[in-house]
């Protein structure tokens, strides 16, 4: 009997023994590395857990990719890893950097993106930034599943890449870039201005799109309300909007803009021709802030059918009631641009 409780007792210390190595493995170990160095980890949006531990034990962050797992799920940490762009130093043990995953600052880039600008525009802005795929990007612009977060209507996410200074995580995908704008975009518009488009005859797109005319028109807070007023006017008379931006748009679409409206594109046969076809075009044509929103919804209430520039260096435009008015105005500013 002695013997045998002689052998337990040696058989549970050896257990103990190989139970307390473990735990030291599991939580404990160091990869062998002279010298710490501070590396930057990126974690990218859907990675598992196995990725993750492939990353960190590849980089020499953690000793063995298995131990980490293992050390993950016990502590019940597998969720508290986010994706992102991490610097993290090296030669930790697994606790380590689950915690210094689960409580460090993913890199972040800051990424303004200005109103009114077309989609194409602000691609290239994101690219830049970000170092994204342009292409790949534009691909994206007419994405089922992006489309359908933007909402009813758009056969494009013209007019949905809500201008926003935004904060990415670094390496962020295309994909997910772009989502966040979509995003941003619907939690901006809400049900009570969805109601207020109805009284004008506007879904959701057709508001965009009425928008992005007024955004396009001016960058002035005090004439945002006129102008969305002057094309409210002209809606109710079915006159033809005679916007210059659709026919700029128009132009970039077609790859035939060169920086110059010429009296041979107002004849040019296009839906988005507002000197040549009725009513709102078929979409946006920029990608509007709320000011021009709300002045959408909420357009000065005159008799103004016209507007001009100024061309005085102020963005600013002449109101008319008349085509006779608004044709004397445009011959005066038109003299102050050439002798300018």
Request: net charge positive; aromatic share 8%; charged share 25%.
């Amino acid at each position: 009997m002695k013997t045998i409780l002689r052998h337990l007792t040696t058989f549970l210390i050896i257990l103990s023994l190989v139970g307390i190595v473990s735990l030291y493995i599991v939580f404990d170990s160091r990869p062998p590395e002279p010298d710490v160095q501070e590396i930057e980890i990126v974690i990218l949006e859907g990675s598992s857990l196995s990725q993750i531990a492939n990353q960190l034990s590849e980089a020499n962050i953690i000793s063995s990719a298995q131990s980490f797992k293992m050390a993950a799920r016990l502590l019940k940490r597998t969720r508290a890893i986010y994706p992102g762009a991490y610097v993290m130093k090296t030669g930790l043990t697994n606790t380590e950097a689950i915690e210094a995953l689960a409580h460090a600052k993913a890199v972040e880039v800051s990424v303004t993106i200005p109103e009114g600008l077309r989609s194409d525009e602000i691609i290239g802005i994101l690219s830049r930034e970000l170092s994204l795929d342009s292409l790949a990007m534009s691909k994206l612009l007419t994405d089922s599943t992006l489309l359908s977060l933007a909402g009813e209507g758009f056969t494009h996410l013209e007019g949905t890449l809500f201008p926003e200074t935004y904060r990415f995580l670094q390496n962020s995908n295309e994909f997910m870039v772009l989502k966040k704008l979509v995003t941003q975009f619907r939690a901006s518009i809400n049900s009570a201005m969805l109601d207020s488009a109805k009284k004008f005859g506007f879904d959701l797109q057709k508001l965009i799109t009425f928008a992005s005319l007024v955004e396009k028109e001016t960058a002035r807070e005090d004439e945002r309300g006129l102008v969305a007023g002057v094309y409210h006017n002209r809606i109710k008379k079915n006159m033809l909007l005679g916007c210059d931006p659709t026919l700029i748009y128009m132009l970039v679409r077609r790859g035939e803009w060169n920086g110059n409206i010429q009296r041979k594109h107002f004849s040019i046969n296009d839906p988005y021709n507002s000197y040549l076809k009725r009513g709102l075009p078929p979409g946006p044509i920029a990608n509007p802030g709320l000011a021009s929103i709300m002045a959408t919804l909420n357009p000065e209430e005159t008799d103004y059918l016209y507007f001009v520039g100024k061309n005085d260096g102020t963005g600013a435009h002449d109101f008319s009631r008349t085509l006779r008015e608004h044709n004397n105005k445009v011959n005066r500013y038109q003299r102050r641009r050439t002798s300018r």
